[in-house]
């Protein structure tokens, strides 16, 4: 079955970077793109990127284009996304998720939370 | 960028209620628009693709309709399992913006 599987929580800083993996299995890795989305704390959803495992192309939102890079590693089918300079905004859960039906998100990984303190 | 605006933002209701939750869109968006439901601490489900296409294994009691910038999500029968926040996101040009949410909350 198809699984998205995310790492477990990270404490950063403020200013430091953090990379979340989102290791994939159950279906063919280069053929669907990945989404990523976070949550703040009571917040709502916030769509953040994609990237095309295939080629690697990524699309992201132009709040985030200076602070996130989302890589694959296709011998593993993982996605990595990875925040840099970290501010305590950025404490949040942050899902990958995979897309469908041109681009609805049907496989959603558990969520990595990011807490930012310092 | 497409800004997505959903109402209301709270919503109370009694179990077998029918309730309706819309999203519009500040352009249109082709039809390319997604129903979610999140519970809390829970990863987001995906209830309805494509404006009106129902997810598999998603209750029928779900239904989405609409065109252009104005779309719906209707719950026909209110069950105890559907108490929750739900979100609609275009996925037309990037980005891919959600809605607000909308908490359904037991009357």
């Known amino acids: 079955q198809v699984q998205l599987v995310q790492s477990g929580a990270e404490v950063k800083k403020p200013g430091a970077s953090v990379m979340v993996p989102c290791r994939t299995s159950?279906?063919?890795?280069?053929?669907?793109?990945v989404h990523w989305v976070r949550q703040a704390p009571g917040q709502g959803l916030e769509w953040m990127g994609a990237?095309?495992?295939?080629?690697?192309?990524?699309y992201s939102a132009q709040k985030f284009q200076d602070k996130i890079t989302m890589s694959r590693d296709t011998s593993t089918s993982t996605i990595y996304m990875e925040l840099s300079s970290l501010r305590s905004e950025d404490t949040a859960v942050y899902y990958c998720v995979r897309a469908d039906y041109g681009g609805s998100g049907r496989y959603w990984g558990q969520g990595t939370l990011v807490i930012v303190s310092s | 960028d497409i800004q997505m605006t959903q109402s209301p933002s709270t919503l109370s209701a009694s179990v077998g209620d029918r309730v309706t939750i819309t999203c519009r869109a500040s352009?249109?968006?082709?039809?390319?628009l997604a129903w979610y439901q999140q519970k809390p601490g829970k990863a987001p489900k995906l209830l309805i693709y494509k404006a009106s296409s129902l997810e598999s294994g998603v209750p029928s009691r779900f239904s989405g309709s609409g065109s252009g910038t104005e779309f719906t999500l209707t719950i026909s029968s209110l069950q105890p399992d559907d108490f929750a926040t739900y979100y609609c996101q275009h996925y037309n040009t990037y980005p891919y913006t959600f809605g607000q949410g909308t908490k359904l909350e037991i009357k």
């Open positions: 159950g279906y063919t890795f280069t053929t669907y793109y």
């Open positions: 352009q249109s968006i082709n039809g390319w």
């Open positions: 990237i095309d495992p295939s080629g690697g192309s990524t």
